[in-house]
């Protein structure tokens, strides 16, 4: 009847008594005893050396040029693992360091398919304007923050409208300025 407890009575007046003993059995799924202690991602990315820091630049939203470097490494997280198969997806650990900054700007996890590029990560790294606006116009303008219900699946429904009619707001607005400009 297994170990738990506030069965046993009721089973056991049914049944008659529990003739095999078990055992709760522990599984530990994790590194290997001799393996090197995990380390942190703040000190994995300083083991990065010169020749894996790549240096990237682009345009920031108010035309100003900016500069940084990227590195990453192939690590694999402890969480990752499949219990059934045991085996470890690779993942990649991009570091966004400034050759002006003590610390990094920008440390994230990439599971990706093919090794990164240094423009696939400054734009995964950098790219947050677009993402910020959107809330900031869909709250203001298109009633994101109006949603009041309680299920998972209309709050979803809300999501996609307002999303949809950000990107017509959005449409209109890019058709009005190649107008202008022509």
Same mark, same amino acid.
């Given at each position: 009847?297994?170990?738990?407890?506030?069965?046993?009575?009721?089973?056991?007046? &049914?049944?008659g008594?529990?003739?095999?003993?078990t055992?709760? #059995?522990?599984?530990?799924? /994790?590194?290997?005893k001799?393996?090197?202690?995990?380390?942190?991602?703040s #000190?994995?990315?300083?083991?990065?050396? /010169?020749?894996?820091?790549?240096?990237? #630049?682009?345009?920031?939203?108010?035309?100003?040029?900016?500069?940084?470097?990227i590195?990453? *490494?192939?690590?694999?997280?402890?969480?990752?693992?499949?219990?059934?198969?045991?085996?470890?997806?690779?993942?990649?650990l991009v570091?966004?360091w400034?050759?002006?900054?003590?610390?990094?700007?920008?440390?994230y996890?990439?599971?990706?398919?093919?090794?990164?590029?240094?423009?696939?990560?400054?734009q995964l790294?950098? /790219? &947050?304007? #677009?993402?910020?606006?959107?809330?900031?116009?869909?709250?203001?303008?298109?009633?994101?923050?109006h949603y009041? /219900?309680?299920?998972? &699946?209309?709050?979803?429904?809300? *999501?996609v409208l307002s999303?949809?009619a950000?990107?017509?707001?959005?449409?209109?607005? *890019? &058709?009005?300025k190649?107008?202008?400009?022509?």
């Open positions: 009847y297994g170990c738990e407890i506030f069965l046993m009575p009721a089973v056991t007046c &049914r049944l008594p529990n003739r095999s003993q055992r709760k #059995a522990k599984k530990y799924w /994790g590194p290997a001799d393996q090197p202690p995990s380390r942190s991602l #000190a994995l990315s300083r083991t990065i050396t /010169g020749q894996q820091w790549h240096p990237v #630049a682009w345009r920031n939203a108010d035309g100003g040029k900016r500069t940084t470097r590195g990453w *490494l192939p690590i694999y997280v402890l969480g990752d693992l499949n219990e059934q198969t045991g085996d470890w997806p690779q993942t990649w570091v966004d400034p050759t002006d900054h003590e610390n990094p700007y920008h440390l996890l990439a599971s990706l398919k093919v090794p990164p590029t240094a423009k696939r990560c400054v790294s950098r /790219g &947050r304007f #677009a993402i910020e606006q959107f809330f900031q116009r869909d709250k203001t303008d298109l009633g994101f923050d009041e /219900g309680r299920s998972w &699946r209309g709050f979803h429904h809300h *999501l999303s949809v950000y990107l017509f707001v959005l449409l209109i607005l *890019l &058709r009005y190649k107008k202008l400009s022509v």
